[in-house]
């Protein structure tokens, strides 16, 4: 019998379907650009992220200009240290679209943590790694830090005391999403083994802004919130979205935040913190979605995205006290049509696995 997908291609070819009806309905790999939700900036915001502005002239001689987080490694020899709220995520599917719950706080993983601790005792806020990328020691240290090291590698490399960490999480209350048959439902994972939970992306966003609203005071502009989730992805104009961060208003005093699953299935898409090293990576140096580029394939400097779909979705293994996490590979500065020389080796990418400059450049 022809699957589904077939019959769909071959409708496609009769010029019957639009090629993209094919693709909508074939699950990706994906990490989509959520607008600035401009008309949530906070008024008269008691702190701001800690941020700094810089600018280069890429390969078609235009000036881009951007804001990312941290100090300026070019003027500084300093660490900084950004606060973190962690916000697990229990989603429950009803006997209508499902009959299941994913819980990140009650899912034991191999090392006999839950998901949240396990995710807090990854490489992206702990160290105990020596990133050692082409022969040069990037330093025992964070992931991210490792990242926005190597990519600023020609000033780093003198002001060797610049990092930009992440702080210890603080895990704040369990929040529950109930998701209705008409926003997801349970399915078999398509990148790999057991279930996962489906729900529209802008039911889930919607949700987050309430749940940011009532955390109050814990938090604000000045911390990271990172929401998270177990076992489930995301949906906007098909399936399958694995994180995403975005903002409430813009530089300097919006506020941040992200969003990532966590899927254990091995070789999946989204494995472990895998979808959190790429979504952390983007907010690091597109912290308010507004950092534009001149890219045919990205209209932000989304670093994270075009490595998405490599083998095992960019993602490499690095062991952790007895566990082996996977952290995808982020692209530098050079891709996007900034000087080559900035980064370690002059590479595009964080593990050399990126070969050409954006297209449009």
């Known amino acids: 019998m022809m699957s589904k997908i077939a019959q769909l291609s071959l409708l496609a070819l009769a010029g019957l379907l639009p090629v993209s009806a094919v693709a909508e309905n074939q699950p990706r790999p994906r990490s989509v650009t959520v607008a600035n939700h401009y008309s949530l900036a906070p008024h008269n915001p008691s702190a701001s992220l800690t941020q700094w502005t810089g600018s280069f002239t890429d390969l078609t001689h235009k000036t881009v200009t951007y804001t990312m987080v941290g100090a300026n490694p070019n003027t500084n020899n300093t660490s900084t240290t950004i606060p ?12 209508d679209n499902g009959n299941l719950k994913f819980n990140p706080d009650g899912k034991i993983v191999a090392n006999g943590l839950t998901v949240t601790q396990n995710i807090m005792a990854s490489p992206i806020f702990k160290r105990g790694i020596t990133f050692v990328q082409g022969g040069v020691n990037l330093g025992d240290t964070q992931y991210i830090d490792a990242f926005q090291r190597g990519n600023f590698w020609s000033a780093v490399s003198t002001n ?11 895990e704040l209350p369990l929040q529950t999403i109930v998701v209705t048959p008409a926003q997801g439902k349970v399915e078999n994972n398509p990148f790999g083994a057991g279930k996962v939970g489906i729900m529209t992306l802008s039911a889930f ?27 489930i992805f995301l949906t906007q104009n098909g399936c399958c979205v694995g994180g995403y961060h975005a903002a409430y208003g813009g530089a300097p005093g919006g506020q941040t935040y992200a969003y990532a699953t966590y899927v254990d299935a091995v070789g999946s898409f989204s494995q472990d913190v ?45 062991t952790l006290k007895g566990f082996t996490y996977n952290l995808q590979s982020l692209e530098f500065l ?15 990418s964080f593990q050399n696995d990126e070969s050409n400059v954006c297209p449009g450049q």
Request: charged share 15%; hydrophobic share 40%; proline share 8%.
């Open 274 to 318: 895998s979808m959190l090293s790429h979504e952390v990576g983007e907010w690091l140096d597109d912290p308010f979605v507004g950092n534009a580029v001149n890219c045919t394939n990205s209209k932000v400097l989304e670093v994270g995205d075009p490595l998405i779909n490599e083998p095992n979705y960019g993602a490499y293994p690095y």
């Open 205 to 231: 966003d919607s949700k987050l802004q309430t749940f940011i609203k009532n955390l109050g005071s814990q938090i604000n502009p000045g911390v990271l919130p990172i929401f998270i989730t177990f076992n």
């Open 84 to 95: 973190v709220v962690l916000i697990p995520i229990r989603m429950e599917y009803g006997v």
């Open 334 to 348: 050079g891709y996007f049509g900034a000087p080559r020389s900035r980064s370690v080796n002059s590479w595009l």
């Open 160 to 170: 060797t005391n610049y990092h930009i960490l992440l702080g210890a999480p603080k």
